[in-house]
Structure formats: C-alpha cells, structure tokens
C-alpha cells in the first residue's frame, strides 16, 4: 500500500520553510565582468555549523514517475544546496520535521535554472533527477561528526503527476 503526493511547482513561497530556491529573479543586485553579468547576490543560507563549506558532484541515476518516496534523510550539522548541471526538470520532496520524525512530504518539481538549498535538518528526498545526465554540483558541510539520518516509512508514498 502506498500514499499519494501530487507533484507541485517549485516555488520560493511554497518552498521556504524547508530552505531556498536558487534561481534568477527579477533585476540582478549588481552587474559585473565588464558590464557583461548581473550577480543575483547571497541567495541561500549556508549554515554549516563548525564545519567547512565542499563543493561535490553528484551523478545520480534518473528516477521515473510515479517515484516511491521510501527513505528520506536530513543533515543535523550543516545545510546542503543542490545546483543542477542540466536544464532538465527533477523532483524535490521535503518533509517538516515533527518532534524529530518527519512529517507529511511534499513533492516539488523543479524546472530548468532552478537550484534549492535545503536547510540544516530538513528531512528530504535522496537525488531525484527525472532524465539523464543526472550531474549536481553540491555544496554542503565537509567536516568531524556524523551529519546524516535517515528515516523509513512504514508506508511508502507515491510521487504522481497532478490530473490534468
């Protein structure tokens, strides 16, 4: 037996109290390179306690819908920010955290130019890109400690399109 989760559009409203999306929006802060790049500038809160930011590439294998949500994990000791290295849409599920279990996910599908930066506990999905090549430059918390907890689901959840 399985739950539902219908899949929604990544949005910086519906998707802040998990962390950011990293994404352009509206006017650049500063224009820069000879007048020939607009910084969108400090777009994501990099918490990594007492460790050091690390950047990694992850190449994740493609996933297919409907996906079956599980596993999902968090990061007690620091944030970690996906940036895809595509423009091909993917999946990103959060869960709120209640007294430490995860709560109801939600599943968002992210477009082309769209990054998150998920915050430091924030339960969430493993990678989840829809199509190859599944390359993600990641920026997350290099340092002592262990700073990853998994949680199974006694009942999977499913992942599906909205009916058009």
């Not at 390359?135 to 290099?142: E, Q, S, T």
Request: net charge negative; aromatic share 8%; glycine share 10%.
């Amino acid at each position: 037996m399985t739950r539902q989760l219908i899949l929604q559009p990544l949005t910086v409203e519906a998707f802040a109290p998990f962390g950011e999306v990293l994404e352009v929006r509206g006017a650049p802060d500063k224009i820069i390179n000879q007048g020939m790049c607009g910084r969108h500038h400090d777009l994501a809160d990099l918490d990594f306690g007492d460790g050091r930011a690390g950047i990694s590439v992850f190449d994740a294998t493609p996933r297919a819908l409907p996906f079956t949500l599980d596993m999902v994990e968090r990061h007690p000791l620091g944030a970690q920010a996906f940036l895809p290295m595509h423009q091909n849409p993917y999946l990103v599920v959060v869960a709120p955290d209640n007294a430490g279990q995860p709560g109801r996910p939600q599943a968002f599908l992210a477009g082309p130019g769209q990054g998150v930066n998920y915050h430091r506990n924030t339960w969430h999905a493993v990678c989840c890109p829809l199509s190859a090549p599944g390359l993600f430059a990641v920026v997350d918390r290099i340092g002592d400690g262990d700073n990853l907890e998994e949680h199974w689901f006694d009942t999977a959840w499913e992942v599906v399109e909205a009916a058009e």
